[in-house]
């Protein structure tokens, strides 16, 4: 008889107790979740026991659940160790989540739009709790997927694992490695600082160069002409919905060819045509539950914690200043991962370098199964294909270093002198002058020829010249025009105990004489003035004589010394370049 | 070896893995407990960093007029300025007369109170008590003492207004110490600030050579929403805690109270000898109305629903206005150029006074001469 008038849990406590009836119940619950362990299966499984129950109660997961039931329920231990998957594909999957997860919080403070964007990522990292932290996160993710996904390509096509019958694995594999870039590519704008918005803009004016589709395609992205509010959104709907939806699907399709075709063995254990990947003999299986198991929480642990201590010693997600179409930072480059495409594009005609060459590479990289269809996969019978792809990736690594801003561009010196001491924060790197302690920036004005003569009154003598050579009028003018209105200069000596400062000035003297054929007679001089309270002006500007110059680069005469310009009167003719920056004393670049 | 599993142990796994998620509870809570002085540094830094960054478009764009120093010119005024911040250099010796002149009327309340009829708690008369034993003290039974303190925070009054002097002279009025109240602003200087940066002030016109342009893209101008925010903020960053009368003084121009013409205070405007000037000229009819035109003059006048009528008006000012006994000596043309220049020295019957802009007078003497050319030729 009940207890209540329907069966019930109670009627088990009064048949058999309580406590056997409870663990019964919760017996039973776990088996339900697990679907299929109960608690002794797993305490046996953990401990690395063999399972006491027949049938194997560790395989019913994989046939009955919907977590595991992609998974294989045994491995082959030629590929559960460090060679030949270097956990490479585990990681991009590893990833794919972690990006989702952090990005889903940065999502909550973030709002696509010009005017607001940037606000918003300052907001993140004062006014967020964990803020800096999930962007940093997120930030480095983003990077290292793009390494890991390129690394697990090239590791597939060494190990010849894109062979018969994985051919349409390696393709998915390829189109998962395009979505990680351009993933990383539109989350590049969002934050709408400068680096954000010209790095953007370099790599969507790739896609003008297409023939007779480029412009409407850059319209498509940019949503107007410029990068603006239209463009910011599309990018933004690429970067949460279109993309990642993309590539959950394309994980889905290639995971599951991994799975049918099973993991490629080291490629002496599998010959091209034999199936013994999914045929795994007795002694070589290690089982889903416990081992990959144990090993892949391990995994998420181990790798969550090296990315936690990454960021909070290691990296920080730079951000520059807000966006400004009309000004192009000195030295914009597209992200690193497109810096292959911006070196190549250096090289010539921007339709075929840019376009009509990267097109072919990329159905080439994709097509690599079908057109690589020799029988195996061991090294010594590929000598071409690995030659090939070797001379592919020394290409690629060459053409990236090509890419960089400082490859083929001729920068002015000066240009350069001045960027050097002022650039703003990116990256962790500055300009010299930035980090210098605010106490050390005593108001004065100074100039490189203490620093590049012996003599005590160098200063002195200094004075006299650019007084008598128009120098100190043309530094005056050059001021005023820079709306820094003085009347009069006075040199002195950097204070002795302004440590920072006179080593700045030092660099600045030396790379004035790094660039003495395209400086020539050249000096700097740093003009520091009290703005307001708290904010100090600096104002270096740099002397040259102008010298014969073709296309940037200096004209050297037959002694090897460059040519000075004269005027009229056959006097040389002076030339003057100055930049200005604003020093807070709390901006805190120099902790 | 690198066919195997890294760590071959499961329990060894089970172990690195639970160490590694404690490890990152650790981490994640140490982060935790030091974010809120981390985000106050990056606010800090970044707050910085916005006046590094508005100096430059100050520079740039601000300091023509305003000085590159903030303190002002035959342009525009000064920003640097105590009287934008609202600095009160009367404040201290202000409360300090208050409180003094106070004095008698409280030793009135406390005897009063102490001989009144109504019973008070012991400690009540007891505090009372001492408080006038203290106040006698200090100024004696009679409270000459009052008097000779109120003369001497009277000197000390004026030798404060003495060294304002030369400000006060380049039109600063220690009265109207706070720009804000001034122009009776209701929220705060921040927003002050951002907002005259961004809409600008059209009607400076009337009181600066070139009107305060707008600067936001919000309004035409060329600046983002952050570049005003930056230049506010740079601009805040003048304030201090301590403004001293010296940089008072350095202030070359100070902000003029904007006022609509018709809210104006009339300034006396001499007709007459004006009106010889213009009549010894020769109206152009044809010219007066496109200047009819121009100043918007129908917008009111036609057909006469809040002004008089255009048309009949010479007819009228004959017939009807010059009847009027107040009008007793006028001329129909000095009627006309008063009623242009000096709308408010008479009103019609049946119209409101203060509504027609008191600013004609600006138009040169032939711009005037054509005007009253046109609207003679309204006779009909």
Not at chain 2, 166 to 181: F, H, I, S, T, W
Request: with cysteine; proline share 5%; net charge negative.
């Amino acid at each position: 008889m009940s207890v209540l008038p329907f069966p019930s849990f109670l009627d088990d406590v009064k048949e058999k107790g309580l406590k056997k009836a409870v663990f019964e119940v919760a017996n039973e619950s776990v088996e339900r979740l697990t679907a299929g362990m109960n608690i002794q299966d797993l305490r046996e499984a953990l401990r690395g026991d063999a399972p006491s129950r027949r049938p194997n109660p560790r395989l019913t997961p994989h046939a009955d659940s919907f977590w595991l039931h992609m998974r294989p329920s045994y491995y082959n231990s030629e590929v559960t160790g460090l060679y030949p998957t270097f956990r490479l594909g585990w990681l991009s999957t590893y990833f794919v989540f972690f990006e989702t997860i952090t990005g889903i919080f940065l999502m909550l403070w973030y709002t696509p739009s010009p005017e607001i964007a940037y606000g918003n990522m300052l907001s993140i990292l004062n006014n967020v709790p964990l803020g800096q932290f999930t962007r940093d996160l997120h930030r480095l993710g983003a990077e290292a997927m793009v390494l890991i996904v390129f690394l697990h390509m090239l590791r597939t096509f060494f190990t010849g694992s894109y062979k018969r019958p994985r051919q349409f694995t390696w393709f998915t594999g390829f189109i998962l490695l395009v979505l990680t870039g351009f993933l990383s590519f539109t989350g590049y704008l969002l934050p709408w600082d400068q680096l954000a918005l010209w790095a953007v803009t370099i790599g969507a004016s790739m896609a003008e160069a297409a023939p007779f589709v480029g412009e409407q395609m850059n319209l498509l992205l940019r949503g107007g002409p410029e990068l603006g509010a239209n463009g910011l959104l599309r990018f933004y709907l690429l970067h949460v919905l279109a993309l990642p939806a993309l590539l959950f699907v394309f994980t889905g399709v290639h995971y599951y060819k991994v799975i049918i075709h099973g993991h490629s063995l080291p490629p002496r254990s599998e010959n091209i045509g034999e199936d013994s990947a999914k045929r795994v003999p007795l002694d070589k299986r290690v089982y889903f539950i416990p081992d990959v198991l144990t090993s892949e929480l391990m995994w998420v642990g181990v790798s969550t914690f090296i990315m936690v201590v990454l960021v909070i010693w290691f990296y920080h997600a730079p951000l520059e200043h807000h966006a400004n179409p009309l000004d192009t930072p000195l030295g914009t480059t597209a992200p690193w991962y497109f810096l292959w495409l911006q070196g190549m594009l250096k090289l010539g005609d921007k339709t075929f370098w840019g376009v009509v060459f990267p097109t072919v590479l990329l159905a080439f990289i994709a097509g690599v199964p079908y057109l690589d269809v020799t029988p195996s996969r061991r090294w010594a019978d590929r000598r071409f294909a690995l030659s090939v792809g070797l001379v592919m990736l020394a290409v690629t690594v060459v053409l990236s270093y090509m890419g960089l801003a400082k490859f083929g561009i001729k920068t002015s010196a000066d240009t350069t002198v001045l960027h050097e001491l002022t650039f703003e924060p990116a990256h962790n790197h500055m300009g010299m002058l930035l980090p210098v302690p605010y106490d050390q920036l005593v108001v004065g004005a100074y100039t490189t020829a203490e620093f590049t003569s012996d003599d005590p009154d160098a200063v002195a003598n200094f004075t006299e010249t650019i007084t008598a050579d128009g120098g100190m009028d043309a530094i005056i003018a050059e001021l005023n025009a820079q709306h820094l209105p003085v009347q009069s200069v006075r040199f002195s000596n950097v204070p002795a105990d302004a440590v920072e400062l006179r080593h700045v000035m030092q660099e600045y003297a030396n790379m004035i004489e790094e660039h003495g054929d395209e400086l020539y007679n050249g000096y700097g001089v740093l003009i520091i003035t009290q703005n307001q309270n708290g904010l100090k002006r600096l104002d270096p500007i740099v002397l040259w004589n102008e010298i014969e110059l073709d296309a940037g680069y200096v004209v050297l005469d037959a002694d090897g010394k460059p040519i000075p310009v004269l005027d009229e009167n056959g006097d040389p003719v002076g030339r003057i370049s100055s930049t200005h920056i604003f020093i807070n004393e709390n901006s805190g670049y120099f902790d | 070896m690198l066919q195997r599993m890294l760590i071959e142990k499961i329990e060894s796994r089970i172990l690195v893995g639970t160490a590694m998620f404690l490890g990152l509870m650790l981490l994640v809570g140490w982060v935790m407990i030091k974010e809120e002085s981390r985000m106050r540094e990056v606010d800090i830094q970044h707050r910085a960093q916005a006046v590094e960054r508005g100096a430059e478009i100050f520079a740039a764009s601000c300091a023509t007029c305003h000085g590159a120093d903030g303190l002002g010119g035959p342009r525009a005024p000064a920003l640097n300025n105590p009287q934008l911040f609202g600095h009160n250099f009367f404040a201290e010796v202000d409360s300090e007369i208050a409180k003094i002149e106070a004095i008698p009327a409280e030793v009135d309340s406390i005897q009063a109170t102490l001989n009144g009829e109504e019973q008070i708690l012991s400690t009540d008369r007891e505090a009372l008590e001492s408080r006038l034993a203290a106040i006698y003290e200090e100024y004696g039974e009679d409270l000459n003492g009052v008097d000779q303190r109120l003369t001497e925070l009277a000197a000390e009054r004026q030798s404060i207004s003495n060294q304002i002097q030369g400000a006060v002279d380049k039109g600063y009025n220690p009265e109207e110490y706070d720009r804000l109240a001034q122009v009776a602003w209701g929220s705060t200087l921040d927003a002050f600030l951002s907002g005259t940066i961004s809409a600008g002030r059209p009607v400076s016109a009337s009181y600066w050579p070139e009107p305060m342009a707008a600067w936001s893209q919000s309004f035409g101008g060329q600046m983002r929403g952050d570049e005003v925010a930056n230049l506010t903020a740079y601009i805040m960053n003048w304030d201090r805690a301590d403004w001293s009368v010296e940089d008072l003084l350095a202030v070359n121009q100070f902000a003029v109270v904007p006022v609509v013409g018709v809210l104006a205070e009339a300034e006396e405007v001499d007709v007459l000898s004006r009106l010889d000037d213009i009549l010894a000229l020769t109206g152009d009819p044809q010219n007066g109305q496109v200047l009819y035109t121009q100043q918007a003059c129908q917008g009111c006048h036609l057909g006469g629903i809040i002004g008089p009528d255009t048309v009949g008006t010479w007819t009228r000012i004959n017939d009807v206005r010059l009847q009027d006994e107040t009008l007793a000596g006028y001329t129909a043309h000095q009627y006309l150029l008063e009623s242009i220049i000096d709308p408010a020295a008479y009103i019609p019957e049946g119209y409101a006074a203060g509504q027609m802009p008191a600013n004609f007078g600006n138009l040169s003497d032939q711009e005037l001469a054509d005007l009253m050319a046109y609207v003679e030729s309204q006779d009909q």
